[in-house]
């Protein structure tokens, strides 16, 4: 069965300052990959998702992610953070084949300072 | 637009109490899912639905039970509610087609339960 794993509970970055959040997933082939974001009192909402093809994916809100087959990773990055991205982030991934299921990983708070 | 909407936004019960959560959606979406968030732990799946008249478990659906009369909305009911069911319940639905479950899922805001 598939996993996720976001090694980072929290993280605080400045405001302006790059981001990066990891994610790493344990499944016998690609999986699709999702991140999602949640804000405080809020569902979640689709950032980005990786099928097949390009492995640099955008997203929406000025985010990025990367897909690595060799090191199972699809890590999200931004290159400038606002203060309106503090939220908390959930990377999530689905078995192309057998039962359907999203897998989510147990996210990650971001803080922003100013 | 109201999206997906869930309905209460907040609840308290006793052991052994029911209750049914609602949800509803307006996006003519073929798919709805129920999950809860626990802290520590991300979303775990309970029970979904591919279409009107049709529901399927999902990975922790002991507990619950779910129906689906009308497109628009999935009921998540707990029978005799349990400590272990205190947990945020959030709502979600997508589109059919070739990307199923994969699609993106919209989310609703959300239900806190607590179970005394």
């Known amino acids: ?114 | 637009n109201a999206g997906v909407t869930q309905t209460p936004k907040f609840r308290v019960l006793k052991t052994g109490q029911s209750m049914t959560l609602l949800c509803a959606q307006d996006m003519n979406h073929e798919y709805m899912y129920w999950y809860r968030q626990d802290p520590g732990m991300g979303l775990r799946l309970i029970h979904y639905s591919v279409g009107e008249g049709t529901t399927a478990k999902g990975e922790v659906p002991d507990g619950y039970n779910v129906s689906r009369l009308k497109k628009q909305n999935f009921l998540l009911g707990l029978e005799s509610a349990a400590p272990s069911q205190t947990s945020v319940y959030f709502c979600a639905s997508s589109s059919g087609g070739a990307g199923g479950m994969y699609n993106e899922q919209f989310f609703g805001p959300g239900t806190r339960l607590t179970v005394l």
């Open chain 1, 1 to 114: 069965a598939q996993s996720v794993t976001q090694p980072d509970i929290h993280i605080t970055v400045s405001e302006g300052a790059s981001l990066e959040l990891r994610c790493n997933y344990s499944y016998g082939a690609t999986p699709y990959l999702f991140w999602y974001v949640q804000s405080p009192g809020q569902g979640l909402q689709l950032l980005l998702k990786y099928f097949s093809g390009d492995t640099l994916v955008q997203g929406i809100k000025g985010f990025e992610a990367e897909f690595k087959r060799s090191q199972s990773s699809f890590n999200l990055r931004k290159p400038s953070v606002h203060w309106s991205d503090a939220a908390e982030y959930f990377c999530a991934v689905g078995a192309r084949t057998g039962a359907n299921n999203l897998f989510f990983g147990t996210g990650t708070r971001l803080t922003v300072i100013p």
